[in-house]
C-alpha cells in the first residue's frame, strides 16, 4: 500500500517561496499519475500539480500556472513542488497522492495527512 508523508508547508509572506517534500513509500509503478492538490477551508478540492506516469507530462492547475513547479527525485522516491510568488489565495492544506494526469490532476486516490502552507503577511 502507497504511503506518503508530505513536509515544508509554514507560514510565509505573499510574495515567498516554500519548498514542499512527499517522501513515498509502499510505492508500485501502477499509477497513472502522482501530483499534488490542496484544500482550503470552504473550497473545493483543487488539482494543483501532477507527474504523468506515461509520459512524464506535467500539468498545473490555471491559478498556479508559472509560479508552481513540480518535480521528483526517483532515486530518493520523492516528490516536490516549489512554490514561487505566494499569495493569500494558495492558503490550504496540501497533499500529495497518485491520481490521473491529464490536462489537469484529478481522480486522486490515495494522499498523505497534508502539510498547511499559510501565505498572510
Known amino acids: 500500500q502507497v504511503h506518503f508523508v508530505e513536509s515544508g508547508g509554514g507560514l510565509v509572506q505573499p510574495g515567498g517561496s516554500l519548498r514542499l517534500s512527499c517522501a513515498a513509500s509502499?510505492?508500485?509503478?501502477?499509477?497513472?499519475?502522482i501530483g499534488w492538490f490542496r484544500q482550503a477551508p470552504g473550497k473545493a478540492r483543487e488539482g494543483v500539480a501532477c507527474?504523468?506516469?506515461?509520459?512524464?507530462?506535467?500539468a498545473y492547475a490555471d491559478s498556479v500556472q508559472g509560479r508552481f513547479t513540480i518535480f521528483r527525485d526517483n532515486a530518493k522516491n520523492t516528490l516536490y513542488l516549489q512554490m514561487n510568488n505566494l499569495k493569500p489565495e494558495d492558503t490550504a492544506v496540501y497533499y500529495c497522492a497518485t491520481g490521473l494526469c491529464g490536462l489537469e490532476f484529478y481522480g486522486q486516490d490515495y494522499w498523505g495527512e497534508g502539510t498547511l502552507v499559510t501565505v498572510s503577511s
Open positions: 509502499g510505492f508500485t509503478s501502477d499509477y497513472y499519475g
Open positions: 507527474i504523468s506516469n506515461t509520459d512524464g507530462s506535467e
